[in-house]
Structures are given as C-alpha cells and as structure tokens.
C-alpha cells in the first residue's frame, strides 16, 4: 500500500524492556520524523532523517535509539523502556522539495 | 525558544456558522506554518501550508491567514459541518529542516 505506515498500532511493554516502532514510507521522501503526543504537551519532535544513513536530535531525544539504513525505513527503538515514554507516537515524512509533512497513523505505546 | 499557544482550547459551534481558530508563536522567525486536523484516534492530515512570504492560503471552505510581524494565524472554516469536528493543530517550522514545534490543538464540535 501506497503512504506511510506504522507498526505495530498498540503496544503494552514492561519497564526495562528495548521495544522497537517501525515506520515504513512508499514516496521515498528524503526527510523523516519522529514524534510523541502527550496530553498537555502536544506533540514533539523525537528524532528526525535527512536522508538515509543521516539521523539527528530533536526536542526529546533521550532513551531513544533511532537508525535509518534504507530511505524508506525510520525505525524508532526504546533501549530500556520507562513510564514517562508511554506515549502516542507519530512517523511523518516529506519530499525534499517540499515542507508539507505528511503524518502515520500512529502507534499507541504503554509502558507498565 | 519558540513557543506555540492555541486559543480556545475547545470550541462547540452550531452547523452552518463560520468560524475561526487562532495560533500565536512568539518568534517571528519561521520558514512557514502548517495547520493539521486530527480526529480521535487517528494521525494527522495536513489541511494548509503558507510560506512566510504569503499572508494567506485558501482550500475550499478553509482559508489559512499568517501575520508573522505579530505572530498570528487563523484558520477560517466557512459554513461548519459535524463533519469538521475534529482537533485543529497549527505547527510552525523555524528552520530549513522543517522542524515543526506544535501548539496544543483547539477541539472542535460542529453539533448537528
């Protein structure tokens, strides 16, 4: 299927445990986001992709992994997972050429 | 630090009434603005970008207006539907990069 996906859509971990999101985009778009939605907070910027192989901090970088060794794939790992990381996560995308980003549907991870 | 603030925080209008949704940053200095509708439980779907050099920008029943002097965008919907109920975001992007920094949404509820 054509667009930006993400799997797996709901997650329930255990603290301390590495759990990893994918993200897979079909449009070979350069650049790549990651962000988490919280109540209060809205969302915010995780780590972002300019391309493949070029990865780089945003807002919220801390106790996540990220790699990008394929353009389409932005996978986004949780090394030892923590209560405050529960959260609502978004992978978007967008061309080089242009500034829309364009968002996943979400996965909605519960750390316990 | 730029900061994003939305006013009302939720907004409940009867059909068929024009309205408008506000977001304010407080640096100036943006690359472009970018509102998005989100509907519970879903990702986000981009709805209208404006570039720093244009004051505003229409789709459909939507217009889009940016004042970066002031630090303002509205987002007109003309004649609302239930079918536009949903949380309205505005991201603004300060850099090449596109790094959006979100406010926290206005809720909608366009009642029947």
């Known amino acids: 299927d054509a667009g930006i996906t993400q799997s797996p859509r709901y997650k329930i971990t255990e603290t301390g445990r590495q759990v990893t999101l994918m993200c897979h985009q079909t449009w070979s778009h350069s650049y790549m986001f990651w962000y988490r939605q919280d109540l209060g907070h809205g969302l915010r910027l995780i780590y972002y992709s300019a391309a493949a192989d070029i990865t780089d901090k945003g807002e919220v970088p801390d106790g996540y992994v990220v790699s990008r060794s394929k353009t389409e794939n932005f996978p986004l790992t949780l090394e030892s997972a923590t209560r405050s990381q529960t959260s609502v996560y978004f992978c978007?995308?967008?061309?080089?050429?242009?500034?829309?980003?364009?968002f996943g549907p979400g996965t909605r991870l519960t750390v316990t | 630090k730029q900061e994003v603030t939305q006013i009302p925080a939720a907004l409940s209008v009867p059909e068929g009434e024009n309205l408008v949704l506000n977001c304010s940053f407080t640096d100036s200095a943006i690359y472009n603005l970018q509102w998005f509708r989100q509907d519970p439980g879903k990702g986000l779907t981009s709805l209208l970008l404006i570039q720093s050099s244009q004051r505003e920008q229409t789709s459909g029943r939507l217009n889009a207006s940016l004042d970066k002097s002031s630090g303002r965008s509205t987002l007109y919907i003309a004649a609302s539907q239930p079918g536009d109920s949903a949380t309205y975001l505005c991201a603004v992007n300060g850099g090449a990069t596109n790094k959006l920094i979100f406010g926290t949404g206005t809720l909608l509820a366009v009642q029947p």
């Open positions: 978007a995308s967008r061309h080089r050429g242009s500034y829309e980003q364009y």
